[in-house]
RNA sequence: GGCCUCGUGGCGGAGUGGUUACGCAGAGGACUGCAAAUCCUUGCACCCGAGUUCGAUUCUCGGCGAGGCCUCCA
């Protein structure tokens, strides 16, 4: 009887790697912040989304798949969005065609189901609950959790004020204020560029609540019409899908300060707890051609464009070969994004057995383990090449599909199919014949096709045997 | 100015106080009519300096270098 697999994970909360321990085995809770819809997601974006599926993915293996929950929201309020209504939806608006709301309804749907589809290439599984902001700032009929009684409470339990028609955290209020970011408010005062502005008590307190002009989205409120701040909704989405306390709490390395430090802020002083959640994690960044990618430095990257568009190499790239790209990197390190890496992937991709049964199959020990010290997905993938050559198919697929990666056979139409087993055929009568030449043409003609030859020998009988394989 | 990461061969990337993974690419070979595929073999590294130690790539300190956060950001 093998000892029960325990799960090490980095926590940014105390710098190291501890055993995890769910509250609750039956139901282990994990938030990960999704994305602000205004625009394609990049590349950048698709990190934490592809590591969070792992994590995601070995939770259900070590505690069954109905003993999971992972919320992952959306961003639909935000001024970014705003701006983007404005500019797409300019002429219609000022014509009366549009609302402003109904400009940022389009905006919003239409990056979200762009979001969708980009992440359902990458191999990522739906999370249980995908809450939208918007369904979230007024308290509700269900009774979840809510951005304005959030607020409230803050107010009355004297963690936030009221000035010049914001509502803001006080963040003097908080003995413990930092711990997440390791970041001393006093100290950090010295020599930071943060804007003073005159209405704040300190300068480290933030938004909870802004008013809105007529033309600005907004929600009717205590304190008037406004809209929330950045880092409210996640502390009401997580409450309202997780309790107030859980276990997992995910995102990029850059929220760590503000977003995570100020939602741990909110949650623990308006839930009056000790702990939002016991484990934060953190992906890293992703550069392109080794510099942080950035619009201004003009090496942005899309999901959508890398899937669909010839940007990146000069050629689009499978999903699948963009996921693996992804776990050949720990995800606590910077990655680089390059064309090399991706011909990597894809050369790895195309080595290992498709069409196995994950269902069917056993996941190997020697994939698994890695994945449980704090995903160490570069050794399991390595572990699963190392396996590539000598598991089953269906085990091979069942670990593969612990990563989220399902090799799958080119699917090529089957008169195709067809044509290309009558040119084997033709081929090897003519090399019986030894008919070089004309044979040769055949196996040149195909590989222009994007059709590789494969001749083998029957172990048997010494006869040519000759299989084939689709690049691209 | 404050805080946080990180520096391993051509590339990617584990790991360890002493014997230095692995993958890709490269080289050589086997096989083949020739290729491709496959198999075998193989070269190449631990940023610098000091310290601790019998011994450091691994621990400590300092330096140099890279990146991130402190303002919207995955």
């Known amino acids: 009887m093998a000892d029960t697999p325990v799960l090490q994970l980095y926590n940014t909360l105390t710098r190291s790697k501890a055993p995890f321990a769910p509250i609750d085995p039956d139901n282990v809770r994990m938030y990960v912040c999704g994305p602000t819809v205004y625009d394609f997601a990049h590349i950048g974006n698709a990190r934490p989304v592809i590591v969070f599926d792992v994590l995601y993915r070995l939770l259900r293996h070590l505690y069954g798949a109905d003993h999971v929950t992972y919320a992952r929201n959306i961003t639909d309020v ?11 939806f300019g002429a219609e608006i000022s014509d009366g065609r549009l609302s402003l709301n109904e400009a940022i309804g389009r905006v919003t749907e239409k990056t979200a189901n762009q979001f969708h589809a980009d992440v359902a290439a990458l191999g990522c599984l739906p999370p249980t609950h995908e809450p939208r902001a918007t369904d979230f700032v007024r308290p509700r009929r269900d009774g979840k959790a809510d951005m304005i009684t959030l607020i409230e409470r803050l107010i009355s339990r004297g963690h936030a004020y009221v000035a010049e028609g914001e509502v803001l955290f006080d ?114 960044f992703v550069q392109v051609e080794g510099r942080k990618m950035s619009k201004s430095e003009g090496n942005f990257v899309t999901i959508h464009e890398l899937l669909h568009e010839e940007r990146f190499g000069g ?106 087993a009558a040119a084997v055929r033709t081929r090897l009568d003519l090399l019986k014949a030894r008919n070089f030449a004309e044979a040769d043409k055949i196996r040149d003609d195909l590989l222009a096709k994007g059709i590789q ?19 691209r």
């Open 78 to 88: 935000d001024d970014k969005i705003n701006a983007r209504a404005l500019r797409d």
């Open 171 to 284: 963040t003097a209020s908080m003995e413990d204020y930092g711990q997440l970011s390791k970041r001393n408010l006093e100290e950090q005062q010295a020599g930071a560029r943060i804007a003073v502005d005159a209405h704040k008590k300190n300068p480290g307190d933030f938004v909870l609540w802004k008013l809105s002009s007529p033309e600005e989205p907004g929600w009717e409120s205590p304190w008037g019409r406004g809209r929330p701040g950045w880092h409210i909704e996640c502390s009401a989405m997580s409450a309202a899908y997780l309790g107030e306390t859980f276990d997992i709490h995910g995102g990029g390395l850059d929220l760590i300060f503000p977003h995570h430090e100020n939602e741990i802020a909110q949650s623990r002083c308006a839930h009056g707890t000790k702990v939002m959640a016991n484990v934060w994690m953190h992906n890293g």
């Open 315 to 420: 050629r689009a790239w499978p999903g699948e070969v963009l996921r693996l790209a992804m776990l050949m990197t720990h995800y606590r390190e910077p990655i680089d994004f390059s064309v090399k890496r991706l011909e990597e992937a894809e050369r790895l991709l195309a080595k290992w057995p498709a069409g196995g049964d994950a269902e069917k199959g056993r996941i190997d020990e020697t994939v698994l383990a890695p994945l449980l010290d704090d995903l160490n997905t570069v050794a399991a993938v390595q572990a699963l090449h190392a396996l590539s050559g000598r598991a089953a198919p269906d085990d091979f697929a069942a670990s593969a599909a612990l990563l989220g990666i399902a090799p799958k056979k080119a699917s090529l139409s089957g008169a195709l199919e067809a044509e290309i």
């Open 453 to 471: 030859l494969k001749d083998g020998k029957d172990p048997a009988t010494g006869e040519r045997v000759t299989t084939w394989e689709a690049k």
